[in-house]
């Protein structure tokens, strides 16, 4: 079909080329080309879980013809707000995503503030990211991102592409990855010819999937989120100098080994605030009992069931928490008599007041009790995500910590290419009673491919997310170096031990180098290329 550097594809049983893909990288395939042909086969896939990761998993596979049957205990989104960077917009403009719907803001910007004083000691304009990459980054409330990915995966642009069907209330007790068996809490047992398990950090079937069972460890990091309505910040005579005027972007305000992070969503009208800090700051005795919480900030401590997207009212008792730290700061900070510039303090005290904006769209009510607090925790990467007939996607596979803002773009990245290396499934004959084993051997053959494409990628990253971009990731070059060698061991590609000790590792050391890293990577030119590759094309 092609080279690998130059990819031609050919209209079915003909040598004339319909699509040539040659010196833009981030060029979008036509639309279609990943569709059914009349000839190709159809599988039977049930995804377990709706959240971001498995929406985007039912938008892949069902734009290649597969039937889809989502399961998830709850059918909404909540939680605060959710970048999509250049590597996650692309597949969601490709897909269609109506981003004047979902009230997305422009990732104009990111700028790197001293936090006592506010002078800025890295500025990054994004403007260049279209030219660069393809497409511009943006903000999401998560909400919003969650309502269009389901619009888009319970409406088929196409006959030939099926909707998918949503079974909310449908909590899954077990699954049979050898024999694509689903069973169900109220007994109910399903067949299935894919099984994705899309369920998040705390799902129950990751060992089952990848044979493996890492610990969820701790980081030494915390953080509390919250959101403030724009026109209030405005209307404040300390905070107003930061927002007015104020062209969309992502601020970083640091001091000593904490830092508030914000940006705005849904049309600048909510501003986005996440308050990192080093958990040893508060001694146990001054830190309320709180159950330990997921890696993915999507869910706070009060969450307790492992398969929700949905987050329970946070007690006031986070927003206290929330000024007990602010006071541990001051103390350990020898630099100022205050953790933070006074309209960096401002911005807390509007987030524990008592009294707030009654506005529901916000979702904010009074007693601070929008606070929501997390320790962080994190997860060894994964060496596998598939067996047999089921996969790992989202944050059951690759569970990030929020310092690179790629959560989101992984789990996205995943469905994508999902529907890409199962798009065009040959149609098997039932010759001599073989159809069901010869189709297994298709699946799992696809699905190591797919893995192959994702784990390596993912995990870096995953290895990545707990350091911030003005950091860099100096002192993680043989942690991934170990899970590239291990990686390729498994798949069979391995190199021989003289060979290894000459892989050489260069990890990022600043902004513009991370988002080479994190945004560089096309899934559409990559999936198809492990295509080509693999030999299912």
Partial sequence: MGSIDHIQINDPGTTDPCWSWGKNYYEYPPAGIFAPREDDGKL???????????????????????????????????????????NAARVLRYWGFDFEKAQCTDMGHGRFMNGDDLSTYIFNDHSHWQKEYGERGYFFHRVDLHNGL?????HSPSTSEPAAKIRTS????????????????????????????????????????????????????????????????????????????????????????????????RNEKIQNFAYVYPTSLLSSSSSPSTPTS??????????????????SSTSPSDSHLLLTTLTAATSANPRSSSPFHPSLLSIFSLATATTHSNNPSTTLSGGGVNVKHWPLLSRPPLHTYTRSLACLVGDAAHPMLPLQGQGGAMAIEDGAL?????????????????????????????????QGMRVKRAGVIQIFSDRGQDL??????????????????????????????????????????????????????????????????
């Fill in 44 to 86: 039977s896939v049930g995804i377990i879980g709706a959240g971001i990761a498995g929406l985007s998993a039912a938008i892949g596979l069902s734009r290649s013809g597969h039937d889809i049957f989502e399961r998830s205990r709850f059918n909404n989104e909540t939680g605060a707000a959710i970048s999509a960077s250049p």
């Fill in 150 to 154: 389901k619009e888009l995966a319970q």
């Fill in 170 to 265: 449908a909590a899954v007790e077990a699954i049979d990855p050898d024999t694509g068996k689903i069973i169900l809490a109220n007994g109910e047992e399903i067949k299935k010819d894919l099984i994705v398990v899309a369920d998040g950090v705390h799902s129950e079937f990751v060992s089952v999937v990848s044979g493996e069972s890492p610990p969820a460890l701790s980081t030494g990091i915390s953080v509390f989120r919250f959101m403030i309505p724009t026109e209030e910040l405005l209307k404040d005579e300390n905070t107003r100098p930061l927002f007015e005027g104020e062209p969309p972007g992502i601020r970083f305000a640091i001091l000593g080994d904490t830092r508030l992070v914000f940006y705005p969503c």
């Fill in 294 to 311: 997921p890696i993915d900030p999507a869910s706070p401590t009060s969450t307790t069931s492992s398969t929700s997207t949905s987050t």
């Fill in 418 to 450: 999902l529907g890409v290396v199962f798009s065009h499934f040959p149609k098997i004959s039932d010759l001599e009673g073989r159809r069901k084993n010869r189709e297994k051997e298709e699946v799992e053959k696809r699905l190591k491919l797919w």
């Fill in 472 to 537: 860099g990731a100096e002192g993680r070059e043989e942690e991934v170096r170990r899970l590239i060698l291990k990686t390729d061991d498994l798949r069979g590609d391995g190199k021989e031990e003289e060979e290894k000790e000459e892989v050489k590792v260069k990890v990022p050391r600043g902004p513009e180098e991370f988002h080479r890293w994190n945004f560089g990577w096309d899934c559409w030119r990559e999936g198809v290329r492990g295509c080509l590759e693999g030999g299912v094309w």
